[in-house]
């Protein structure tokens, strides 16, 4: 694996970078040497965060962790990670989905599938043509955390969400 790792608001140490490349180094088992992981490390005040991105082919696995102590937040990373490999591994390989990313070993090896994904309800409603501002008031009304709608202008469906910091997101299909 290939680790990139880079900071914001904070020097990255021999020490913090020691870490971040023995604890995402432990993810190597189940990657191909080539595979690209992104890891950046910030602070916010008193809040030490990582996040790291591994982009294989049609999907993104990515966590974020937040804690006091950026050596905490890189433990906690690296654990998240690995649930999630364990949880999505099947479903990566039925679907034939970046399989070439996955070192042999990890494909053939069963995980038990601990939390597995069940819809317990289904809603239905119409999806009326609104602009993205529109549909954020919709959504702050609602008192939800995103928001789905019909865009007039390109009358595509698309959804708006509320990230940190009160901003909103807008997230488009690829044309």
């Known amino acids: 694996m290939k680790i990139t790792i880079s900071g914001k608001n904070i ?14 180094g432990k993810l190597e088992r189940y990657f191909m040497p080539e595979t690209e992981v992104q890891v950046t490390l910030s602070v916010e005040k008193d809040r030490q965060k990582i996040e790291v991105t591994i ?10 962790q937040v804690s006091s102590d950026m050596y905490v937040s890189i433990d906690l990373v690296e654990e998240v990670i690995e649930r999630q490999l364990k949880k999505y591994k099947n479903k990566l390989v039925d679907q034939q989905q970046a399989s070439s990313f996955f070192k042999q070993e990890y494909i053939e ?3 038990m599938d601990d939390e597995e ?4 309800r289904t809603k239905r ?22 928001y789905v709608f019909c865009n007039a202008e390109t009358e595509q469906v698309n959804v708006v969400y509320k990230r940190k910091g009160n901003t909103y997101g807008l997230i488009e299909p690829e044309e």
């Open 11 to 24: 020097d990255v140490t021999d020490g913090l970078r020691t870490a971040v490349q023995d604890k995402i």
């Open 55 to 64: 982009p294989v082919k049609g999907n993104i696995i990515r966590s974020e």
């Open 117 to 120: 994904v069940k819809i317990i």
């Open 125 to 146: 409603f119409d999806i009326k043509p609104m602009y993205p501002e529109d549909a954020c008031v919709q959504m702050e009304l609602l008192g939800h955390s995103f």
């Open 109 to 111: 090896k069963d995980y």
